[in-house]
């Protein structure tokens, strides 16, 4: 085979991976004192204008539940962040209601906001996420 | 080029796109009496800590509205969805 074919032949193979690999993925976790969160598969988030989906679970000693929501990056490179956990029907019953996390933070999902209960209360509580190594989250 | 060495690089080609792609997903739908969800590209759920997005629309008669939720498969093999349905500014759900 000569030089040129087999040029040819790599060229193709990365223009062909290129194209078939998704855009760069992974899984971020984030702890707030005991509670955490793993999302799978979340896009980058650095440059302004990304969005990337958050699904994953939320986890509480012993509730794990699943959690939907996005992150968006704004114009100054903060992130914003939304999730939705489907913690309704689950036990202890203190956990028995669906709660909403709204922060702002960076592009790693370090960030400040608050939660609040959808249960009609006023109000929220402060939460602080801090990025975590996905390996200290047992599967739920 | 042999033709052996042609198959080859086929082959070689085939299966490094295949390690490329994402996990195969299909569309899901359920019903629940009246009410039907129909879901877009659900990932699969059979090994424990999988988790795939659920993002589709909530049908009941004429109503329709989006919904955006979450699966989780749980360590025994179980699976735990939430779901949320965007209905608020189409008027609810009709009773």
Redesign the interface.
Known sequence: ?SHR?ALC?CL??LT??GV???AAAKDVCVEDGTTSF?F?GVRSLKKPGSIS?L???FTNGSV?????GTAFTRSDGSVAIGV???AGGTTPASMDVDFVYDLVGDASLSATGVYRYLDGQLGGYESIWAPIACKML??? | MTPRVRLGLVLSVLSMLGAALPAAAKDVCVSDNAHRLRFKGVKSLKKPGSISPLTGFFVNGDFVAPSTGTAIVRGDGSVLIGITVHGAALGGLPC
């Open positions: 085979m074919i032949l193709s193979l062909l991976l078939g690999a998704p793993r799978k989906p699904n994953g679970f794990h539940v699943p959690v939907t939705y956990v489907h047992a599967t739920p």
